[in-house]
Structure formats: structure tokens, C-alpha cells
């Protein structure tokens, strides 16, 4: 059988707001690493990638890999059931027609059972090559999500150009140009709050700021998001969730026609 | 202007 019990019940809560409307439907796939999901948007165009690592749970039980076919938005209806501060277990049998959330208050004074109907999914799993990116750019998760909507005001895509000076995100719409720019703080340690740019080469990027709304959703999760950038190639938004794992997405740029 | 690329075309079918 399949069970994982999270302490931390709001964390998968979390989880589920971030991949909910990027994605309609998914394999988790359960292995004795932990739980991992790979999955595109339905145009392709970009991609979430998470992990949630078995020493994350207390108990974490797999005794076969599964694979479990879920409709996101489904499973986001029943993780709204469970309030913050609930204990969530998933449990499954080794050749599951269903998966079982269960969320238990602190107290234990309550217990809720909510058993769902699994799907068969096609999964098309993608190879992410290893890439020299040419610049790494650490910043806070808040200040991130603060940008992306601020220029969603402005335009449909955002301009990413990094440097030697820092970085510059930019939108241009029919009412105009905006353009913010974050210098990069001395890095003495990666505290939060500071922006650190991690460059190899110059290097200037188009995206589409929808997409990157949908990312932001991740932004309860961590306090800090990395953006990892490298000319023509997708961006890399990552989210580390502290002792238990990440989530990542990967956007494919606008190309100049 | 600036066309959204696919991100099939730039990481393959495992």
C-alpha cells in the first residue's frame, strides 16, 4: 500500500493553489524517494515539475511505485476541505481505482475521509536537459510576484535582461513602457529580502506575464524564488520548500519574428 | 512582434 502522512498538512494545501491552474490533470507518482509530478499546460508552452521528498512525511509508506491519475481541480476541491492546521495522510492501495485524503484535526477531535476517483493519464514525460544558465537571479518570492503584477497592468510579456547592473523587468503596451529595475544587494549570506544575481553572460529574454502569474501561485510556499535564465532557452522559476522539497516551472521564451 | 514558442521544442519526449 501507499500512505504519506504530512504533518504539515497546509504545505500540501499550498501545493495544490500552485499547480491547480496551470495544470487539468496529472500522474503523481509515488516511489520510495517520495511524490513527484511532471506535467504541461494543455498549449504546451510551459511546465511544473515538483517533489516531495518521503523524509518530508511521518510515516511515509510505499510499497510498490503507483502512479495516481488525478484531476487537479477535483483534488483542489477536497484539499480545501482540510483547514490549516489539519493533519493530511494520502493513502492508497498497490492498484488503486481511488486515493483517500484524510485530514485529522491537532486535537484529533475530528477526522475526515475523502476518498477520490483515480484516471487514466497518458502522461508524456519531458527530459529537462542540463543547461550553463547564463544568469541565476535569487530574489524574494514576494517581490517577484509584486513585478509580475505590476506589469501585467502594462503589457501581455515581460522583458528580462540582466547584467553587470543588476536586472530589469519590462513590459510595453498600448498605454506605454514600464520598467523596474532591482540592483543586486552585497551577498554576505542569502538572507531574506535580498536580491542576488549569479552571471555568467549578459543576457535579455522575452515571456508571456500570464504564465508567470500562474507561477506566483507558488509564493505561499517560499520565501525566496530563483530565476534561472539562459538566451533562447526556458526559464527556470523555482520554488525550495524548506525539509521537503521544491517546485519548479519552466516557461518557454517569446522569440522575435 | 514575438511568437510564444512551444516548450516541446526544446525539451524532448523521455
Not at chain 1, 484524510?102 to 502522461?123: G, R, T
Amino acid at each position: 500500500m501507499f500512505e504519506a502522512r504530512l504533518v504539515q498538512g497546509s504545505l500540501m494545501k499550498k501545493f495544490m493553489e500552485a499547480i491547480k491552474d496551470l495544470v487539468k490533470e496529472a500522474n503523481w507518482d509515488c516511489t520510495g524517494t517520495g511524490i513527484s509530478l511532471q506535467a504541461m499546460d494543455t498549449s504546451h508552452v510551459s511546465l511544473v515539475s515538483l517533489l516531495l521528498r518521503s523524509d518530508g512525511f511521518d510515516p511515509y509508506r510505499c510499497d510498490r511505485n503507483i502512479s495516481l491519475g488525478i484531476n487537479m481541480e477535483s483534488m483542489a476541491k477536497i484539499m480545501k476541505c482540510a483547514s490549516n492546521d489539519d493533519v493530511i495522510t494520502i493513502r492508497s492501495e498497490d492498484h488503486p481505482d481511488n486515493v483517500t485524503f484524510v485530514f485529522e484535526s491537532p486535537n484529533q477531535e475530528k477526522v475526515c475521509d475523502y476518498e477520490m476517483k483515480l484516471m487514466d493519464i497518458d502522461s508524456e514525460h519531458l527530459g529537462i536537459p542540463d543547461t550553463e544558465y547564463d544568469a541565476i537571479i535569487s530574489m524574494p518570492a514576494s517581490e517577484f510576484q509584486r513585478i509580475c503584477r505590476d506589469l501585467s497592468n502594462i503589457g501581455d510579456s515581460v522583458k528580462i535582461t540582466c547584467n553587470k547592473d543588476g536586472v530589469q523587468f519590462s513590459a510595453q503596451g498600448d498605454t506605454g513602457i514600464g520598467k523596474i529595475a532591482l540592483k543586486q544587494n552585497a551577498v554576505i549570506d542569502k538572507e531574506d529580502g535580498q536580491v542576488s544575481i549569479e552571471l555568467n553572460d549578459p543576457v535579455s529574454l522575452t515571456f508571456a506575464l500570464r504564465y508567470l502569474t500562474f507561477f506566483t501561485k507558488a509564493t505561499p510556499l517560499a520565501s525566496t524564488v530563483t530565476l534561472s535564465v539562459s538566451a533562447k532557452n526556458p526559464v527556470a522559476v523555482e520554488y525550495r520548500v524548506d525539509d521537503i522539497g521544491y517546485i519548479r516551472y519552466y516557461l518557454a521564451p517569446k522569440i522575435e519574428e | 512582434s514575438s511568437k510564444q514558442s512551444s516548450l516541446t521544442s526544446f525539451f524532448k519526449k523521455m
